[in-house]
């Protein structure tokens, strides 16, 4: 079975801050791991995928295998970062497995 | 706007009663994926077509629930006697083609929230 774990339901941090949203997976294959965001009154949207190895808007993610993690970071904070959160993951198939989301507020 | 299309918006009906959610997926893509989503929760996989053909069925699709794609474009999402469990967010996907399997990046709709009463 494929699970996603976000264990901050809240994140309030300084703007100019470091951010960490933690995601934590469980999934005995080889999964891929995705994260989306959803602005206020927007869409949701792809951030970054791991096997892109990219870095969107400064957030970077790396997939730690040995603690099956897929935490969020990004060195300074932005008030226009502040919005919902989702970790995401699939075994390779077209099912897509959420966590249940960190709302993260920037503070001005 | 050329992104993925929902219609309605907004749902009210009452327990007992069908309904019936349209989405128009970009119009290059041929993947079309349902999600629904309540409160305090992340989207829950319902089901996906690839082209007109219905591949993947989650649990969580009972029998009341149907979803088609006739002619590869398009889909509807029907659920029928309507039970205030069904209340939540659904959500419509779309995707590019791709010569791998498996997920690409998912584009989503605004979503058309069903309340049940």
């Known amino acids: 079975a494929q699970r996603v774990t976000q264990p901050e339901k809240l994140l309030s941090v300084f703007k100019g801050a470091p951010v960490e949203l933690k995601c934590n997976y469980s999934?005995?294959?080889?999964?891929?791991l995705f994260w989306y965001v959803q602005y206020s009154r927007q869409r949701l949207q792809l951030l970054l995928r791991?096997?892109s190895r990219e870095s969107i808007k400064g957030f970077t993610a790396d997939l730690n295998k040995g603690e099956t993690s897929f935490h969020l970071k990004k060195p300074f904070a932005q008030e226009e970062d502040s919005a919902m959160y989702y970790c995401?993951?699939?075994?390779?198939?077209?099912?897509?497995?959420f966590g249940t989301g960190t709302r993260l507020t920037i503070i001005p | 706007d050329t992104g993925v299309s929902q219609d309605p918006r907004h749902k009210i009906t009452k327990r007992g009663q069908n309904v019936t959610f349209r989405c128009d997926p970009i119009?290059?893509?041929?993947?079309l994926y349902w999600y629904r989503q309540t409160l305090g929760q992340g989207p829950e996989f319902l089901t996906y077509?690839?082209?007109?053909?219905?591949?993947?069925k989650s649990r969580l699709l009972s029998d009341r629930f149907s979803a088609e794609r006739p002619k590869g474009s398009f889909s509807t999402l029907e659920i029928q006697r309507t039970e205030q469990g069904d209340s939540a967010m659904y959500l419509c996907?779309?995707?590019?083609?791709?010569?791998?399997?498996?997920?690409?990046?998912?584009?989503f709709g605004s979503g058309t929230q069903l309340s049940v009463l």
């Open positions: 996907a779309s995707s590019p083609r791709s010569p791998r399997t498996g997920i690409e990046k998912l584009f």
């Open positions: 999934y005995s294959g080889s999964p891929e």
């Open positions: 791991h096997i």
């Open positions: 995401a993951l699939t075994g390779g198939n077209e099912k897509l497995t």
């Open positions: 119009s290059e893509h041929n993947r």
């Open positions: 077509f690839q082209n007109e053909a219905q591949l993947e």
